[in-house]
């Protein structure tokens, strides 16, 4: 999946930050040759858990770059985030000149049977994907303005501390592109299995990765028939994205509050109060 990564995100990150969990497959080598990326090795601050330790890397990682970014984009490889009609650049510097701070995405779970030709730029050739609330992610963010970011298990929420503006309107999608070939993800799980500690498996985290090939078909299945075009003419991503968005507050409450323009949304926040919910 790395050639698709870098083919989506190249023309718009500057610097990537990749951490590697012990890859054997050539995969070292292949980010080694990346000019944008420096590597380091995923440390397992919690021996018994790798969901632990990955939310531990997640909430700290991003603090060395207050000093130079202007955004942060927390993604893994095989989530490429995407503005259907405008360039990732342009986005940002609109967001950046509203004042804008931080950036939720709405996700989408891809579905192609069939594994992409190497050199396809995956938002363009594949783009039949079912609107999936657990993929709604605090992708993009400000690492001046926000103090802690506060992911949970998996990063699928998070609750952050800071100076918080969100956008008037949500237009970020983020198209988790793991449904791709049947045969070869199933195959896949069984490997990621391995990589779990015992506290995931008590604790029942990624259980997806024991389930059986029929029960992975069933599930496959049912992201294929509820998939939408993202490329299709008329396609809005609120309209079809019709799940809870978790960090938007009630827009009466706070209008009431008068924490709206109508430029940007602002969200004073603190310690202990969570606005999701």
């Given at each position: 999946?790395?050639?698709f990564?870098?083919?989506h995100?190249?023309s718009?990150?500057?610097?990537?930050?990749?951490?590697?969990?012990?890859?054997?497959?050539?995969?070292?080598?292949?980010?080694?040759?990346?000019?944008?990326?420096?590597?380091r090795?995923?440390?397992w601050?919690?021996?018994?858990?790798?969901?632990?330790?990955?939310q531990?890397?997640?909430?700290?990682?991003?603090?060395?770059?207050?000093?130079?970014?202007?955004?942060?984009?927390?993604?893994?490889?095989?989530?490429?985030?995407?503005?259907?009609?405008?360039?990732?650049?342009?986005?940002?510097?609109?967001?950046?000149?509203?004042?804008?701070?931080?950036?939720?995405?709405?996700?989408?779970?891809?579905?192609?049977?069939?594994?992409?030709?190497?050199?396809?730029?995956?938002?363009?050739?594949?783009?039949?994907?079912?609107?999936?609330?657990?993929?709604?992610?605090?992708?993009?963010?400000?690492?001046?303005?926000?103090?802690?970011?506060?992911?949970?298990?998996?990063?699928?929420?998070?609750?952050p501390?800071?100076?918080l503006?969100?956008?008037?309107?949500?237009e970020?999608?983020?198209?988790?592109?793991?449904n791709?070939?049947?045969?070869?993800?199933?195959?896949?799980?069984?490997?990621?299995?391995?990589g779990?500690?015992?506290?995931?498996?008590?604790?029942?985290?990624?259980?997806?990765?024991?389930?059986?090939?029929?029960?992975?078909?069933?599930?496959?299945?049912?992201?294929?028939?509820?998939?939408?075009?993202i490329?299709?003419?008329g396609?809005?991503?609120?309209?079809?994205?019709?799940?809870?968005?978790?960090?938007r507050?009630?827009?009466?409450?706070?209008?009431?509050?008068g924490?709206?323009?109508?430029?940007?949304?602002?969200?004073?926040?603190?310690?202990?109060?969570?606005?999701?919910?």
């Open positions: 999946m790395l050639g990564f870098f083919r995100y190249d718009w990150i500057d610097r990537y930050f990749i951490y590697d969990n012990g890859s054997t497959d050539g995969t070292l080598e292949m980010l080694q040759s990346h000019p944008k990326v420096e590597l090795k995923f440390e601050t919690d021996p018994e858990s790798f969901v632990s330790s990955h531990k890397m997640q909430n700290n990682s991003w603090k060395e770059s207050r000093k130079e970014a202007a955004w942060v984009v927390m993604a893994s490889i095989d989530e490429h985030l995407h503005v259907p009609g405008v360039g990732m650049r342009d986005y940002l510097e609109r967001c950046q000149k509203m004042g804008v701070t931080l950036l939720h995405s709405m996700g989408f779970q891809m579905v192609s049977e069939e594994f992409p030709q190497k050199d396809e730029m995956l938002c363009q050739t594949r783009t039949m994907g079912c609107p999936y609330g657990r993929m709604s992610k605090l992708c993009i963010f400000n690492p001046k303005a926000v103090r802690k970011s506060n992911f949970d298990g998996g990063g699928h929420e998070a609750h501390i800071g100076e503006r969100l956008p008037p309107r949500d970020m999608l983020l198209l988790h592109y793991k791709i070939g049947f045969e070869r993800l199933f195959q896949h799980h069984r490997k990621l299995k391995e779990l500690g015992s506290k995931d498996r008590v604790q029942q985290w990624a259980k997806k990765y024991d389930w059986s090939q029929e029960k992975f078909r069933i599930d496959w299945d049912l992201f294929a028939q509820n998939a939408v075009d490329s299709g003419k396609f809005s991503a609120v309209r079809c994205h019709r799940i809870r968005r978790w960090w507050p009630s827009w009466r409450l706070l209008n009431r509050l924490l709206v323009s109508k430029d940007v949304l602002f969200l004073p926040r603190l310690p202990g109060e969570s606005w999701a919910g």
